[in-house]
Each structure stands twice: as structure tokens, then as C-alpha cells.
């Protein structure tokens, strides 16, 4: 870290890139790497002499029991999750891969926490926590890449995907997590609010969101798509309304969270590109 003065760590395994894995491997794939690269990163900068500012990219699912996220349960009428909100791993074995990563998710940013308020570095550290982080992914330039990742929890949806079950409704641009990453690490301390030693300062990124949706976007935007079959207006997903307040995160960095029709737009938009370039 010789040299660097600011640091904005996203590396982190997720369930899409792991499917073929077994719960009986989260130990392995998901936690010791999530936890291991955080607090070592954390080591490093604090060796360095040069560094003022890092900032984790974390996730909503560390700030919530997993079975609320996973759509086990209920969310308890009139709680609210933002991002002072905590709560412990879900204890292995895991059932499922996205058990697994839920559990990745808490234990790094309660972990990198403790790190932060023993050590009390020289320097602000600052925790993200988005939602599912949809919109356009311009490093994928053909009709795989853009159906790989994150993105197709949603486009699934418009190609015509049927889902019994519900999922979590929560949801943010990637363009907004860019904006509120690169703001948590260079706007100045008092306005992140990071200039107290020893506390991590968190910022909830994401806007609760109805799957659905995303349908009738497609139905109004994309008409002749559906006609010429390359998109569908009979996929079915029920939602979860996750109570999330990302309001805060608004208020500092002065902007509103990307309507989900936006982030519809922007990766159906970009499938149908690169379809019909195909």
C-alpha cells in the first residue's frame, strides 16, 4: 500500500460464480475469504503511512437475519433496516449457497468493525451495504456475458422465468453504488462523517422494489421485442418487500437512489443490444 491513499474494496465471492459448489464448501469458497481479505486489507493499509480513506463494499444481507432476505420468514411489522442495523451469521451448515454468502457478508463487516474499534487507525473507514446491484454491465459484450451475475435476477424475469417463491425486494443501480463508493472515499470526513477513530461508518444503498415491475417496463418500452420473442411479458416473481432506509446515504451525498424502472431499462436495453448484434 506504499504510496495509495485510498482504498475502495468489492472483491468478494458470490453464489452465481459458485453454483456447481456445496454448502459443505461455504467455509472454503464464501467465509474465510470474505473475512481473511477484509482484515488483511485492513492490516495492510495500516501499515502504510500514506493511506486516509477505505471503504468496504459490504451488503444489506449483513444487516439482517438471512431467513428474512432468503424469504424464510417474515420481516417483524415495524422494523426497519439501515445501516447502523447488525445482526449475527446464521450458524453452519449452511442450507443453501445464498445461506452461505449471507453469512460471508455479516461475519466480514462485524469483523472488520471490531478491527476498526480496536485498532482506531489513523484513517475513517466506511462500510456500503447495496441491494441487489443491477444495471448495465459494459465489461459483457455479447448475449452470455450479459446474462451471467446479479443482473439476471431480474432479466430472468423478462425473458419469461416463472418463480413459485418469493425474493427479496431490494434493489440499487450500479451506477449509484459507483457514485456513493467513490463519494465515501473522497468527499472530506466531516461531510462522510467518518473523522471519529475506532467507528466504522456505514451507508445503506438501495430502494425497496416490486419485481414485477419490471415486467410492465417491458411491456410499455419494449413491445416489439416481446412480438419478434426476444423478450417476454409472462415471467412471474413474487416480491418481499425488504424494509431498507437508504435515506441517510441520499442526504449526504445529495442525490436519489435510480428508480428500478431505470435499472430495468438499463440492463433490458443492454441485452437487447447486444441480441441483436448476435
Not at 465471492?13 to 472454503?28: C, M, R, T
Request: glycine share 8%; hydrophobic share 40%.
Amino acid at each position: 500500500m506504499k504510496g495509495i491513499t485510498h482504498v475502495i474494496h468489492i472483491a468478494s465471492p458470490i453464489p452465481s460464480a459458485h453454483l456447481s459448489a456445496s454448502p459443505a464448501e461455504a467455509e472454503e469458497i464464501f467465509i474465510a475469504p470474505a473475512v481473511n481479505g477484509t482484515l488483511s486489507l485492513l492490516e495492510s493499509c495500516n501499515a502504510s503511512s500514506t493511506i486516509q480513506r477505505v471503504v468496504l463494499l459490504s451488503s444489506v444481507v449483513a444487516t439482517m437475519p438471512a431467513k428474512y432476505w432468503a424469504c424464510m420468514a417474515p420481516v417483524p411489522e415495524g422494523t426497519v433496516f439501515d445501516a447502523n442495523s447488525r445482526t449475527q451469521p446464521p450458524p453452519a451448515p449452511y442450507i443453501s449457497l445464498q445461506q452461505a454468502y449471507c453469512a460471508s457478508k455479516v461475519r466480514a463487516l462485524n469483523e472488520a468493525e471490531r478491527w476498526v474499534s480496536e485498532k482506531k487507525p489513523d484513517w475513517g473507514v466506511v462500510a456500503v451495504m447495496p441491494g441487489w446491484v443491477i444495471g448495465r454491465d459494459w465489461s459483457k459484450m455479447d448475449v452470455a456475458g450479459v446474462k451471467s451475475g446479479t443482473n439476471m435476477q431480474m432479466l430472468s424475469l423478462c425473458l419469461g422465468a416463472r418463480s413459485e417463491g418469493k425474493k427479496a425486494g431490494c434493489a440499487v443501480h450500479v451506477d449509484d453504488v459507483a457514485r456513493v463508493c467513490v463519494g465515501a472515499a473522497f468527499e472530506d470526513e466531516k461531510t462522510v462523517g467518518c473523522e471519529e477513530r475506532g467507528v466504522l461508518r456505514g451507508f445503506m444503498a438501495g430502494r425497496r422494489i416490486e419485481w414485477m415491475g419490471a415486467v410492465e417496463v417491458v411491456k410499455k418500452e419494449f413491445g416489439r421485442e416481446v412480438e419478434q420473442g426476444l423478450l417476454s411479458t409472462e415471467g412471474v416473481q413474487e416480491t418481499m418487500v425488504m424494509p431498507v432506509d437508504g435515506s441517510e446515504t441520499e442526504r449526504v451525498f445529495g442525490f436519489e437512489f435510480l428508480p428500478w424502472e431505470e435499472m430495468v431499462r438499463s440492463v433490458v436495453g443492454h441485452y437487447v443490444e447486444v441480441s441483436k448484434e448476435a
